[in-house]
């Protein structure tokens, strides 16, 4: 149990979906992150969230739409993925700044496949 | 583009062997991390270097980073098929949380 988790683990979907990723700390962080792994290639950072704000969108197609309700919860909400999609999505929580920034607290990921 | 190259990207060794796993980048970090991965499961932190030519040992395991904060390598002594898993290095410009990370390696320790 690293703090943070992440619902569901695994996920299958079609094209047409519309499904939503969860995230939970109950760390006292107040920043939380949106990462995906794909095989051979380095971890991609997609959205920022410090304070509730969302601070860094690096390019993420709108397909991918995220939600920060609180500074505990984190949604990444999924509608007409393509297979190349299909990764590892990964979320981690921090301190919102000082050296404790850089210190992420990574949850298990959701395993998404898109059919 | 900031990258870090980690090396090797595989690498299957038997027990009791040691080894290192290299991270290199042209640019500089204001510190670097180095996270281990298990199948189904999220990265884990390991350690945090911040100052040039900073050596940090845990237990088997020994983190260098680079004097001029651009490399780190990672040396484990007599390795455990407990230390199978993905190894990342990930970099730090600021204090931020905003991570680049390397494309890792796939350490597989054989009994």
């Known amino acids: 149990e690293t703090g943070v988790t992440q619902t569901p683990r695994h996920l299958v979907m079609g094209m047409t979906n519309k499904k939503s990723l969860k995230c939970e700390q109950h760390?006292?962080?107040?920043?939380m992150y949106w990462y995906k792994q794909s095989a051979k290639k380095p971890l991609e950072l997609m959205f920022v969230?410090?304070?509730?704000?969302?601070?860094e969108n690096n390019s993420v197609p709108s397909r991918f739409s995220p939600e920060c309700p609180n500074s505990s919860h984190l949604f990444l909400h999924l509608h007409t993925l393509q297979p190349e999609d299909s990764a590892l999505y990964l979320c981690?929580?921090?301190?919102?700044?000082?050296?404790?920034?850089?210190?992420?607290?990574f949850g298990a990921g959701s395993r998404l496949t898109v059919l | 583009t900031q990258l870090l190259e980690q090396s090797p990207q595989f690498l299957s060794i038997q027990e009791g062997e040691n080894l290192t796993v290299y991270c290199n980048s042209s640019?500089?970090?204001?510190?670097l991390q180095w996270y281990r991965q298990e199948p189904g499961e999220g990265p884990v932190l390991l350690v945090t270097?911040?100052?040039?030519?900073e050596v940090k040992k845990l237990k088997r395991l020994t983190f260098q980073f680079g004097d001029a904060r651009k490399d780190s390598s990672l040396h484990i002594t007599a390795a455990q098929p407990g230390d199978t898993g993905l190894y990342l290095c990930?970099?730090?410009?600021?204090?931020?949380?905003?991570?680049?990370f390397g494309q890792g390696t796939t350490l597989q320790v054989k009994p």
């Open positions: 981690a929580s921090s301190q919102p700044t000082g050296p404790g920034a850089n210190v992420l607290t």
């Open positions: 760390l006292g962080h107040n920043a």
């Open positions: 969230y410090s304070l509730e704000e969302r601070v």
């Open positions: 640019s500089v970090f204001s510190s």
């Open positions: 270097v911040v100052t040039g030519g």
């Open positions: 990930a970099g730090a410009r600021s204090n931020t949380g905003k991570l680049i």
